[in-house]
Structures are given as C-alpha cells and as structure tokens.
C-alpha cells in the first residue's frame, strides 16, 4: 500500500464529494456527518422506509448501523441493502452492539444473510459474535480481547465472503486471502462517541471511488487514524471535547504530505 495511491482516493472522493447514504444510530448522527462534510464527501441521513430505496440509488455508498435498532429502521436498512445491491453501490454495515443483547445478534447476522454487505467494521467483540464466537462485549464497547484479531478477521472474512475490518488499537483488514494491519490511530478516540460508528461512514466514502477493496479500506483506517494522530498535537490532547473538535479539523486539513509521513501498515 503506497501512500500516493491513498491521496489519489481521498482527492477522488473530494472531488467528486461523493454522497453518502446513512441509516445510522441516535446518537452519532451529527457527528456523522459532521465528519463526512470535513473529509470532503456529502452525508445525508434518511431513514423513512418509504424514500431509504430512492436515496440509496442516488448515493455512492450506503452506510447500515444497528446502533439504535427497532424494527422499523431494520426493515428499512434490508430495503435500502437491496436497492443498492440491485445498482451495484457498496454497502458498509456496523453492527453495533452485537453479542450485547440476543436481539442484536439475531438482527446483525440477519443483515449479512439477505444483503451482500461490501464491507463489515465491528470491534473485536461484536465480529466474534457475528460468527458465533463470544468475545466480551459491554453495551457498544469491545471488553479484554478474547483471541487473535488477525484470525477472527481472516475467519469471519471467509465465513461472509466480504471484506472484513476489526477495530482496536490496531486495525485488522482481511478478505480471506490478504490481510492488512494498520497501526495509525489514538487512544483518544474510544473516548468520544462515534469513532467506530464515522470511521464505517468514511469507509464507505472512499470504496465509493476505489474499487480494490481492501486497498479503499486500507487507506480508509489510514487516513482516519492519521488525522487522530495530528489532532493530538494540535489541541486534542487537552481531553475528549478539545479532541473531538481537533479531530474534524485534521480530517479536513489531511493531505498527500501528512499521510506520507505517518502510514503505518503493513500486510501480515
Ligand atoms: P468500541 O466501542 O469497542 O470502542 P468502536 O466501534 O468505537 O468500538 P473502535 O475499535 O474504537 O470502534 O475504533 C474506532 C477508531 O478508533 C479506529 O480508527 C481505531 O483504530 C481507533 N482506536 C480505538 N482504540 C484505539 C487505541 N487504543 N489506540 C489507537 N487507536 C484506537
Ligand atoms: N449506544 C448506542 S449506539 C452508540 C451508543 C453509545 C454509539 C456507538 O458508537 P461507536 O462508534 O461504536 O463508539
Ligand atoms: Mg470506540
Ligand atoms: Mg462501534
């Protein structure tokens, strides 16, 4: 993965400012889009079952997220899931929570059985669950790792036959045949809500012009972690509210240069 190919993606999707489908949770909604407009793509978020099917056929990419499920947004996402499916558009879905309640377990493998997801971003936790394994989960958030993240992505990976991504303090990328470590990132960033929830937004933003999966999903975790690295000496490292402000900053302000000089991912 070289770090010109990673700017090429990122000034695509500026350029095109791609547009970006969200049925996503509550609570990071704002944040959501707040971050895709400072990346340079275009959010919108709709989740009415009776418009989700013409959204999605004009975005780039559509984004599913359990995060505050009920039913309604449920039948919704598997809605907007077949429309873009039927159009050829990627769908990144985030099974928030999964393995936290049965409900959520039930929905989140359901999801995977009547849509062709593109990419699935999880933690650690909410992936082993979806492929029946029981990592410890607290509400949204990953407990102690429970195994190899690098076996849980390659297994999971095979299982769905998608690309998979685990999130932690490393990133795990597979597909079943390669598999990517990316090393960028801060701890910040699991003390402000939303992180996981806009890095699968993001990730959609830039598989809505780069092709090769796992090279758009790569450059995703890269740049996302990068721009969380730089706030860190620009303000961020006051606490989680100067962060979080820092961090959409640093996702606007991200370049060709700065990438060159942080990427840290290797295949394994
Ligand atoms: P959780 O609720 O368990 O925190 P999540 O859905 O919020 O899960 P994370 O795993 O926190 O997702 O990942 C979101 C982003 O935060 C990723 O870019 C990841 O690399 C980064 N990240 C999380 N924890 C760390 C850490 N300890 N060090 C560096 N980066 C981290
Ligand atoms: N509760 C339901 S959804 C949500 C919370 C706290 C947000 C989860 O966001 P993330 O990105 O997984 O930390
Ligand atoms: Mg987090
Ligand atoms: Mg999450």
Known sequence: ????????????????????????NEVVTNFTANGLLSLGAAPVMAHAKEEVEDMTSNAQALILNIGTLDENKVKSMVLAGKAANEKGIPVVFDPVGAGATPYRTKVARNMMDKIAVTVLRGNAAEISHMIGQQWEIRGVEAGETGGNKVDLAKNAAKQF????VITGKEDVVSNGTSTYLVENGHEMLSKITGAGCLLSAVIGAFISTEKDLLTGTVAALATYGIAAERAMTRGGEKGPGSFQIEFLNQLNNINSEIIAKHLLVKEV
């Open 1 to 24: 993965m070289n770090n010109q190919k990673i700017a090429e993606i990122l000034n695509e999707l500026r350029e095109r400012k791609s547009l970006i489908h969200n049925i996503t």
């Open 161 to 164: 036959n998608t690309t998979v």
